[in-house]
């Protein structure tokens, strides 16, 4: 089962329509699973893998922009892993369906889903899944401009990724940080935070990161008259850019 999952997801790449009759099958094989005697322990384990084979049917209208089919797949999940005793499958779920409300631009109901997600791995102590969710919360409110709210929560994020020295979320969120220094007129505090991002882009050989944060410094430098350093950093991000696409 779980190597025909990896499969379907390979396929997914390829051929979306095709990917989303694997998930039917392997749908349909874990009920006939269901359907006979099975000790407790692999009633559970079925009922787990089923609910990720929903998820994956919800994520797969997501990503066509039929949220309403995305959420009518995430929410059987949500049934069968509160079904099977699954709290980190349940937290995943509450997180997508947070996700489409998010692409909808429904904030309020977005952040409400990430709170209760977020609720589940403080319980479980999953560092990994508390700092994902923070910088989805700083994600939200970013994009409302709502800037102190966004800081704290990528804050938060940032020094979970930090304990666990996840250089490319580190530089993610230094990103973002400086992001909303910058709508905010604090030009000297974005641009630290953009060469923190950029020295840790750089040591991981992420080009695009690279790219994103050094055409960042480069709009400041251009705004403040420094006409020459944003040149500079222009250049850089050109040549990076040519050299991905090779």
Not at 70 to 86: F, I, P, R, T
Request: hydrophobic fraction near 35%.
């Amino acid at each position: 089962m779980n190597a025909f999952l990896e499969l379907s997801k390979t396929i997914r790449r390829a051929d979306g329509d095709f990917y989303f009759k694997l998930l039917e099958r392997a749908d349909s094989i874990c009920d006939r699973n269901l359907n006979v005697r099975l000790s407790g322990e692999e009633q559970k384990d079925f009922l787990k893998r089923e609910a990720k084979i929903l998820g994956f049917k919800g994520d797969f209208h997501r990503y066509r922009s039929d949220y309403f089919h995305a959420l009518v797949w995430y929410n059987e999940s949500v049934a069968l892993s509160k079904k099977a005793g699954d709290k980190k499958g349940l937290a995943g779920t509450y997180n997508s369906i947070g996700i489409v409300y998010g692409m909808q631009a429904d904030y309020k109901t977005c952040e409400e889903w990430m709170m209760k997600t977020l609720d589940i791995y403080r319980e479980l102590d999953d560092e990994d899944g508390m700092a994902s969710i923070y910088s989805n919360l700083g994600n939200i409110h970013y994009y409302q401009e709502d800037y102190k709210p966004a800081i704290n929560f990528w804050t938060q994020s940032l020094k979970m990724k930090e304990k666990r020295w996840d250089k490319l979320a580190m530089a993610n969120t230094l990103n973002n940080i400086g992001n909303i220094h910058k709508a905010q007129n604090d030009r000297t505090t974005a641009i630290d935070y953009y060469k923190r991002s950029l020295t840790i882009y750089s040591e991981i050989d992420h080009v695009n990161g690279s790219v994103v944060t050094s055409s960042n410094l480069a709009g400041i430098y251009l705004e403040q008259g420094k006409a020459e350093m944003a040149r500079q950093m222009f250049t850089t991000c050109y040549e990076m850019s040519v050299v991905e696409k090779r």
